[in-house]
């Protein structure tokens, strides 16, 4: 009881001092001085007369929502004379792998950028800023060469990684033994079966209605839909994130999804965020990254070869290398295993005072990035409102999918949720694809790795989408992508190769 009460104790304090340097704080500030005007404010009554103010005018449910927006991304809290490093990651086999692989990608970066003599960051010419800026809104049109950049790595190499992980405390003859655990992923980590499953996503049982089902052409509206919509307007007249987040566990009505999203991830384009896009933009505009190629490349191999996201290729590389030069991303690394990787001013090597973090963001984009933000271009029109979406999804969700982490959402729990269920529910299956030299992860991993972006109809992803936003969870990824072969079970049974195993969950 006394620990509950420590550990929430902790959590206020580093809530109201996360609060206390955000735009939220400085406008509660001025609305309470403004309201000690108000002739109905006095001062025997001070304190409850300004909370009375704040419930009225509406400030009460913004601070209410904000709040809860950082409950959602605050990590559980560890013991106070803990290390910082244990709030990134609690195992230091996990952290030693993770930093590991971090010298690895840096390693292809630098080698990269010495092969091609291409500097990390150089300030553009006024000519070229000039030229750039023109075509913003159509940097598709451009074609540079970009065949001798590659992607820093792909999903496939990040893969690797984790099939090599091992916990060091386990002898070679324990680690099969981990619940006779036959996938690549060997290591005991905790994840949940199908009951705890059910428990969690008590939602998305039979007997409740969900979108993208329920309101299909064979059912009445009036069973489901109608009455969905219409507590979906209540919820948005409300102005309230969690009840929000409860709504779309359900799925959210198309008209509704990109005011609901706003409203989950606390995001309200205030004057202040779009100016801070414009300062990114011009960030772009005067300095060139060698990122900015890497990200070129990624949209020209990815979302502009997609059916559904090829018309947003100019969106994407706005958002993109905007996101590249925000230092506020740097913030997530607190709760991230990862750490962002520095570069040294010229001649400066290995001196701390001279180091930067590069990119800005602390993020590498690798083969497939693009795909993060692509989906998000059906629901926001506006590039900054549509950026400030996605940089929140991405310090939420996102990251968790390319770092390796304990975590339940994390990568690694996900392929050993994916492959416990398939051992689990459908052995025949699992020992056949494993027999055929198929294992299972090899086919879902990059469906998990890039939240099924690209894999899905658009329709159907964003449904998805709102499971993840409704349940503050990715462990639904690795229940659909098992789900996935349950479904094409009998085809799978018939299959003799990877390659054959590969295309036959296409058409489910």
């Known amino acids: 009881m006394l620990q509950e009460e420590s550990d929430l104790s902790l959590i206020i304090a580093q809530i109201v001092q996360k609060l206390k340097g955000s735009n939220l704080y400085a ?29 009225i005018s509406g400030w009460e449910k913004k601070l209410q929502n904000a709040v809860y927006s950082e409950l959602n991304v605050f990590p559980l809290p560890s013991h106070p004379s803990a290390p910082p490093e244990h709030l990134k990651e609690p195992l230091v086999y996990m952290r030693k792998a993770q930093g590991s692989w971090e010298k690895r990608i840096l390693k292809s970066l630098n080698s990269m950028c010495t092969e091609l003599s291409i500097p990390l960051a150089r300030k553009r010419p006024v000519g070229e800023q000039k030229e750039l800026l023109n075509k913003w809104n159509e940097m598709g049109t451009d074609e540079p060469d970009l065949s001798l950049f590659r992607p820093v790595y792909a999903p496939k190499d990040f893969l690797e990684v984790l099939i090599n992980l091992r916990n060091p405390n386990y002898e070679n003859g324990d680690s099969l033994s981990f619940r006779t655990h036959l996938g690549l992923i060997q290591v005991p980590l905790k994840v949940k079966d199908i009951p705890e499953l059910k428990e969690c996503f008590v939602e998305l049982g039979l007997n409740t209605g969900q979108l993208g089902i329920d309101d299909s052409t064979q059912v009445p509206p009036e ?41 989950i991830l606390n995001i309200s384009s205030q004057p202040e965020d779009i100016l801070y896009y414009e300062q990114l933009k011009t960030n772009v505009i005067q300095h060139d990254l060698l990122v900015d190629s890497l990200i070129y490349k990624d949209v020209k191999l990815t979302a502009s070869n997609d059916d559904y996201y090829f018309v947003f290729e100019d969106y994407l590389y706005q958002v993109l290398l905007c996101f590249s030069r925000d230092t506020s991303v740097l913030g997530h690394f607190a709760y991230n295993s990862a750490s962002p990787p520095k570069s040294y001013i010229r001649g400066k090597l290995g001196l701390e005072e001279y180091a930067v973090f590069y990119p800005p963001n602390g993020v590498i984009p690798f083969h497939g990035f693009s795909m993060y933000v692509a989906p998000l271009c059906f629901l926001y029109h506006e590039p900054y409102k549509l950026y400030q979406i996605f940089r929140e999804m991405y310090v939420r969700f996102f990251f ?32 056949h694809l494993r027999e055929i030299g198929a294992q299972p992860l090899r086919i879902s991993f990059k469906w998990m790795v890039r939240a099924f972006s690209g894999y899905l109809a658009t329709d159907q992803l964003l449904l998805l989408w709102d499971r993840i936003l409704g349940y503050n969870s990715l462990e639904i990824l690795a229940v659909l992508a098992a789900a996935v072969f349950a479904f094409r079970a009998v085809n799978l049974m018939e299959v003799t190769s990877l390659a054959a195993a590969e295309t036959a969950p296409r058409h489910c």
């Open 27 to 55: 406008q509660l500030e001025r609305q309470a001085w403004a309201c000690l005007q108000r002739p109905e404010i006095r001062l025997e009554s001070l304190k409850e007369d300004i909370k009375e103010f704040f419930k």
């Open 223 to 263: 069973l489901f839909e109608n009455e969905h919509v219409r507590i979906g307007q209540k919820v948005l007249a409300q102005q309230d994130s969690a009840a929000a987040q409860q709504y779309v566990r359900q799925g959210s009505p198309t008209a509704l999804r990109a005011e609901l999203w706003a409203l």
């Open 400 to 431: 968790r999918l390319h770092s390796i982490s304990s975590h339940p959402s994390g990568i690694v729990s996900l392929c050993l949720l994916f492959e416990t269920l398939l051992q689990t529910y459908l052995p025949q299956l699992f020992y």
